[in-house]
């Protein structure tokens, strides 16, 4: 980031931040009605209890939580803590992101990829289920952002973009379906779901192979610490079947954030570089 000004930073980093909110705010509404099959656009808003509309005014991302006291104003029912997370977080990410990558055309980009894996994420915990519209849209939207901006793969031109991407997608569905598959093998039961399976592939088309290697590596790392953590400590009985999906989001959110610089550090190490 070149601006010298620290206040105009701040006051960019703040507008963002608030545009996250308000995209936080759109998910909440996708996460909700997309797994019911319900349209996106209309109705507005209403409490999931009284069916009431939610006025605009109680409906402001991360404020109106606050104000209303986690409360439905009608009828007084608890409005769910997801909603103010999924903001806070959507908030979060899309001001790292231009932290990270600045007035750069991957900005709005890895805003998209960041907005569908938590979607993907909220849906999948509540759900077990990753929508189609978010993994095999992701695919399709991969491959289309890879060919328009080779960047997206630090490479110049179009081809090498697009088979990076392809090459992404096939690596990152592939590992995990043939996972599935010695997983099925072994337990005689479903043991990686296709949703998983075709996230990973989106996420491949956007990253490429280096970062399916990455967010493979990292999210069953995750998936164990937490898993067992959860067991340990929380009580939680051991499930043959648990979302995956969240795990290969944070992973791959990682990536996007910081998987460069780790990737360079760690060819530089393997090349017995004089640095490490
Ligand atoms: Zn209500």
């Known amino acids: 980031m070149t601006d010298p000004d620290p206040a105009v930073y701040l006051y960019?980093?703040?507008?963002?931040?608030?545009?996250?909110?308000?995209?936080?705010?759109?998910?909440?509404?996708?996460?909700?009605?997309i797994p019911r099959s319900e349209s996106i656009v209309t109705p507005r808003s209403?409490?999931?209890?009284?069916?009431?509309?939610?006025?605009?005014?109680?409906?402001?991302?991360?404020?109106?939580?606050?104000?209303?006291?986690?409360?439905?104003?009608?009828?007084?029912?608890?409005?769910?803590?997801?909603?103010?997370?999924?903001?806070a977080l959507t908030a979060v990410l899309?001001?790292?992101?231009?932290?990270?990558?600045?007035?750069?055309?991957?900005?709005?980009?890895?805003?998209?990829?960041?907005?569908?894996?938590?979607?993907?994420?909220?849906?999948?915990?509540?759900h077990m289920i990753i929508p189609d519209r978010v993994s095999l849209g992701g695919m399709a939207l991969g491959v289309l952002f890879s060919a328009l901006v080779p960047a997206l793969h630090h490479v110049e031109h179009m081809t090498e973009s697009l088979k990076s991407s392809f090459f992404g997608l096939l690596v990152g569905a592939g590992s995990l379906w043939l996972v599935g598959v010695i997983g099925k093998w072994m337990f005689r039961k479903d043991a990686m779901g296709l949703g998983d399976v075709k996230l990973l592939g989106a996420i491949g088309a956007f990253t490429g192979w280096q970062g399916v290697l990455f967010t493979v590596m990292i999210s069953s790392l995750l998936g164990s610490i937490i898993g067992l953590s959860l067991i340990a400590f929380g009580g939680r009985e051991w499930q043959s079947r648990v979302p995956y999906g969240p795990y290969l989001a944070l992973a791959a959110v990682l990536w996007i954030l910081w998987g460069t610089a780790w990737w360079e550090a760690y060819v530089g190490w393997l090349a017995g570089s004089p640095d490490f």
């Open 12 to 33: 960019l980093s703040l507008v963002i931040f608030l545009g996250g909110a308000c995209m936080g705010s759109f998910l909440n509404v996708c996460i909700h009605r």
């Open 46 to 87: 209403r409490c999931p209890e009284c069916r009431r509309p939610i006025p605009w005014h109680d409906n402001l991302p991360l404020i109106s939580f606050f104000a209303l006291r986690g409360r439905c104003r009608s009828c007084g029912a608890r409005i769910s803590f997801r909603y103010v997370s999924v903001e």
């Open 94 to 126: 899309f001001t790292l992101v231009w932290w990270q990558y600045g007035w750069s055309v991957i900005t709005p980009i890895f805003w998209l990829v960041i907005s569908g894996l938590i979607l993907a994420t909220f849906v999948d915990l509540e």
